[in-house]
Nanobody, 118 residues
Framework: VQVVESGGGLVQPGGSLRLSCAAS??????????MNWYRQAPGKERELVAS????????TYADSVKGRFTISRDNSKNTMALQMNNLKSEDTAVYYC??????????WGQGTQVTVSS
């Protein structure tokens, strides 16, 4: 499975960005994969930001982004999005799209930089 993120950039505190993830090359149905957004800030470990299950009807969020970020997926297009509102400087990181199959395999994108700064 190939994964490509897009939509990162520079935004002022309080602003919004929408990240997108496109997946392709599935051998098995995309419904076998949960989709996740991770991020990694300089000098910190990669952390899970948000997850959406294969059906797209269950989502979870890190406490730090609850109420500000919204994850969604479109199984008809094999895409996922992360709408980020009220961004803070501590949201600055490289954001990664991850697909995790039901049998435990992982596919990662190359990451997209999000910088929140005035």
């Amino acid at each position: 499975v190939q994964v490509v993120e897009s939509g990162g950039g520079l935004v002022q505190p309080g602003g919004s960005l929408r990240l997108s993830c496109a997946a392709s090359g599935f051998t098995f149905s995309p419904l076998n994969y949960d989709m996740n957004w991770y991020r990694q800030a300089p000098g910190k470990e990669r952390e899970l930001v948000a997850s959406v299950n294969s059906a797209g009807d269950r989502t979870t969020y890190a406490d730090s982004v609850k109420g500000r970020f919204t994850i969604s997926r479109d199984n008809s297009k094999n895409t996922m999005a992360l709408q980020m509102n009220n961004l803070k400087s501590e949201d600055t990181a490289v954001y990664y799209c991850n697909l995790r199959s039901k049998w435990g395999s992982n596919s990662w994108g190359q990451g997209t930089q999000v910088t929140v700064s005035s």
